[in-house]
């Protein structure tokens, strides 16, 4: 019976011994399994803040060549895409109906000629006794009308004339033409003018950038007609009032364009620096873009050993390096490298 008790004690006591080693193997088997992962601590500092805006090139000033009243078109010289001059020569229009106006102008010299003689006349009856002030008073009253009527006439006669020869207000280019030669005008314009020289982009910035942009500031410009290169332009007008579907203020920048390179409808690229503020800058390989969403995400390493799964703001990319807006507070320390295998609130093994 003794012989028994102590095999017992003895299979009792390696027992024992074996859960003890399975729970430590458990253990080293679990740290074993943590994701390994590379962190780095992360700090804030003065990042320049640049607002970036899209916008499509407009002309300076746009004139609507047409005539006052429906006519036939007789000739045009220009077409669209053409550059033109001040007071060059564009329309001429079909002069049938000057003649008549010409008529009316020199029925009017005529009338008046004969009115003046007889007011002339009465005027010099009255003095010697043989009219009365009443004849004065009425062939007065007829030169007035008279005159008028003269003037009335010789200004549709100018306007005609004007509307028969169109030339261009301002120097620019065609932009638009909408009839051609034996057409009637209509409700269009027969060409449209732009002044190209300057131009202007018109971007919309929002409420909380209102108060950083200003009249006179600079602005850099890029088209991806011409790359990277850079043209400067000058902020000209900021509107007062926001638009009540965009919550967005209009602001105006105007190029030279000098050499004629901007074009109208091109597309382009404007930056305006609005000052510095102080942000949390992490390596771009820390931020994880969320799958089937526009959210991204940063791994924060928690004093406790495990990850905390923070959405983040992304401001400017700045190198190899983005500016948050938010989500990461400074000092906080980031994982770098091994995110695949992360989840929320998990106990990682950080790479020595």
């Not at 007062?240 to 209009?250: E, H, I, K, N």
């Not at 905390?308 to 400074?330: A, C, T």
């Amino acid at each position: 019976m003794k012989k028994i008790f102590l095999t017992s004690s003895a299979l009792t006591l390696l027992l024992l011994g074996a859960c003890s080693g399975g729970d430590n193997a458990k253990k080293e088997l679990k740290e074993e399994s943590a994701p390994v992962v590379k962190t780095m601590q992360v700090n804030d500092r003065e990042v320049n803040q640049i607002g970036k805006y899209t916008a499509t090139v407009e002309p300076e000033l746009i004139n609507n060549i047409s005539a006052s009243s429906p006519n036939r078109i007789k000739q045009i010289f220009v077409d669209e895409g053409m550059r033109v001059s001040a007071g060059q020569k564009l329309v001429v229009m079909d002069d049938i109906n000057t003649t008549s106006y010409e008529l009316q102008v020199d029925n009017a010299k005529a009338n008046l000629k004969n009115v003046e003689v007889n007011y002339n006349r009465a005027l010099e009856l009255f003095k010697i006794g043989g009219g009365t002030k009443q004849q004065v008073d009425q062939m007065e009253i007829q030169l007035i009308n008279a005159k008028n009527a003269l003037a009335s006439a010789e200004r549709t006669l100018r306007n005609m004339r004007e509307n028969t020869v169109l030339t261009s207000p301002i120097s620019g280019v065609v932009t638009a033409r909408n009839y051609d030669p034996g057409d009637m005008t209509g409700n269009l314009p027969i060409l449209t003018v732009a002044r190209t020289q300057p131009v202007k982009i018109v971007i919309n910035i929002s409420e909380s950038e209102l108060a950083k942009v200003k009249r006179g500031m600079p602005a850099i410009v890029t088209f991806d007609t011409y790359g990277d290169e850079i043209f400067n332009g000058t902020v000209t007008l900021v509107s007062p009032t926001v638009d009540q579907a965009s919550r967005t203020f209009g602001a105006e920048v105007t190029l030279p364009n000098s050499d004629n390179r901007i074009l109208p409808g091109m597309f382009g690229r404007v930056e305006l620096s609005l000052g510095t503020a102080r942000r949390v800058v992490v390596p771009d390989k820390a931020v994880v873009k969320q799958p089937g969403s526009g959210n991204h995400f940063v791994y924060v390493y928690n004093p406790d050993g495990t990850v905390s799964y923070n959405k983040v703001e992304l401001g400017q990319r700045l190198g190899d390096s983005y500016e948050l807006i938010s989500g990461v507070e400074p000092g906080s320390t980031v994982v770098v490298s091994g995110q695949t295998r992360l989840a929320n609130g998990i106990k990682v093994k950080v790479s020595k």
